[in-house]
C-alpha cells in the first residue's frame, strides 16, 4: 500500500481521510518507509518528528471527521527556517545547532489547528541565505532528477521532499525567490503567496512584506488545497489578511482561463537567460494561445529593481541578525556576514530612495495588471547547477557582482507585492526540469491558480508522480 498512496496527489489524501479510506497514521507509516529508503540519496528531511507526529495523529483521530480541519489529518514537512513546539528547528546555522522551541510559529500553529501532521523539518541554507541548499550543520541537499545537481533554495529541502514522494505537502518561505526557485530546479509547485495572507512569526520587521510563507506541493490544486488551510489572519502579525470566504482548491479547480497574458524571457533586459531555459519558458507559455488566450510579450518596468531590492534585503538582514554579527561572526556563513554589514552600512537616504522606488514598481505594476491578467517569465535563468558551486556566478557571458544578482527575475517581482508560482514547463536537453513563473496582481492568488491550473492541465508533464533519486557526474 505504501507504494499507491505515495503515488497519489494531496488531494487525493486528504479526500480519502474524510472517506476514512486510510487513516494518518497509515500515511505516516508510508511517508516513515519512503523516507528511509530515499532521503539518503538526497538529504532533503534532516530533522524527523514521527513520534510527535504519531501522538498528534491519534489526538486528532479521537474528534469527530467533521472536527478534524481541512486537511483532516494530512502530513506536512516544516522547512527548518519555521518553529515547531518541541522540535529541533536549526534555521541551517551553527549557532542554532541544538535549538529546540517551547512554542511554535503562528503559521504551524494555525496548520495543526486545521488538522495539519507535522513529521519532519526540510533543509534550508543557513538563515534562508543563497539559493542553494546546503549548510554547517546538515551538508547539501541534492536534487533528484541528478544528485549532482543543486536542489536550489531556500525552501530546496522541502522541494526534494516532494519530487521524491517523502511529502505530499511541505511549507515553505519565499523572500527573493526561495520557494520558486527550487520548485523550478525540482520540477514541483511553489506559490508565493500575497504578503499578509499567510499569518506567520513577523520577527523584528513586524511590517515585512517582502519575506511570505507559502504552500509547496506536485500540483497546482494540491498547493491550492494547502493555501486554504494556511490563511487567515493572527493579531501578532499585524499585516495578516482576514480569511474572505475564497476557496483557492475550487478556483484551481475551475481552470478558468485569463484572458490576456503576457510573457518575457528577462523582464526587459534586467538580467541574462540561459537561451535554452528561456526557449522552454516561451513555448510554454505560448501554449496558452491553444486554450484561445491572447499572449503578447510585455512587462512592466521593473528596471530599478535590482537595486531595490538589495537595499530591502539587506535592512531586513540587518534588523534580523545584526546581534549574531557581534557574537557569533565565525559561524556565519561569509554571504550571511555580506548581506548584514550591507545593512548597516546603509544610510535613512539610502533606505528612503529604496521605498519611494518600491513605491514606483507597485504603481507600475498595477497599472500593468489593467492591461494582462497574467505575468509569464522564467522562474529561474538557468537549469540546476552543480552542487558544489554556492551560486551562479554568470550567466549568458554575463558575471554577477552579488551572490543573490542571479534571482532577479525572482526577486524583482516580489516587490511588486503580488502573488507568483513556479510551474512545471518542461524539461532540457539533459533531462532537467525548468519552471515557468506565472504572477499576478496583489491579491490575485485565485486567478493566478485557475489559470496555472489551466495551463498545467494542457501541457500534461505527469509531475503528480514523483520520482526516484538519479545519480549524475
Known sequence: MTSELIRKSACEIVDGLRAEKWSPRQLLDALEERIVVVDPAVNALPTLAFERARANADALARRPLAERGLLAGAPVAIKDLTEVEGVRTTHGSRIFENHVPTRSDIMVTHLEDEGAIVYAKTATPEFGAGANTFNDVFGATLNPWNTSRSAAGSSGGSAVALATGMAWLAQGSDLGGSLRNPASFNGIVGLRPSPGRVAANPGMLVDDILSVEGPMARTVEDVALFLDAM????????????????????AAQSRALPKRVAFSADLGGITPVDPEVADICRAAAYRFTELGVEVADAHPDLSDARETFQTLRAVSFATGHAAKLETHRDLLKPEVVW????????????????????????????????????????????????????????????????????????FAVTLTTGPALSLPCGFTREGLPVGLQIAARPRGEARLLAGAAALERHLDLGTVAPIDPRPGS
Open 231 to 250: 490563511t487567515g489572519e493572527h493579531p501578532a502579525n499585524p499585516i495578516s489578511l482576514p480569511r474572505d470566504g475564497t476557496s483557492y482548491r475550487k
Open 339 to 410: 548581506n548584514i554589514e550591507k545593512g548597516l552600512a546603509l544610510t535613512v537616504g539610502d533606505v528612503a530612495k529604496a521605498e519611494a522606488r518600491r513605491a514606483g514598481i507597485i504603481a507600475r505594476a498595477l497599472a500593468f495588471y489593467e492591461e494582462y491578467d497574467l505575468l509569464l517569465t522564467p522562474a529561474t535563468i538557468v537549469s540546476p547547477f552543480p552542487v558544489e558551486n554556492r551560486y551562479v556566478t554568470e550567466c549568458a557571458g554575463v558575471r554577477f557582482e552579488t551572490y543573490i544578482d542571479w534571482l532577479t527575475i525572482a
